[in-house]
């Protein structure tokens, strides 16, 4: 019985979460946070002036829900993919 398991042990092999040469060359086709309308700076951050689209130059769309309600540090044009530095 110990010698199943251990067969099924390797058999199940092991998870590995570090990003690959391969999916590096792929991570720019990702979806990542993007200004779709022009933001003032200290205009609020909403769903309607920030969106998850492709290409991923952004920051990852997991951080939507967190930067909903902050503000801009500067002016944000259209088109701008966001990063840490332009939120307060």
Known sequence: MVDS???TEKALGTVNYSVTEH???SRVFRRSLF???DIAEGEIFTDKNIRSI???YG?????FHEILG???K???C???PLTWDLIQ
Request: no cysteine; charged share 40%.
């Open 5 to 7: 398991i251990r067969e």
């Open 23 to 25: 999916e590096k060359a």
């Open 35 to 37: 200004a779709v309308e």
């Open 54 to 56: 492709r290409p991923g």
């Open 59 to 63: 920051l990852p769309p997991k951080y």
């Open 70 to 72: 902050k503000k801009a």
């Open 74 to 76: 500067e002016k944000i």
């Open 78 to 80: 259209w088109g701008t």
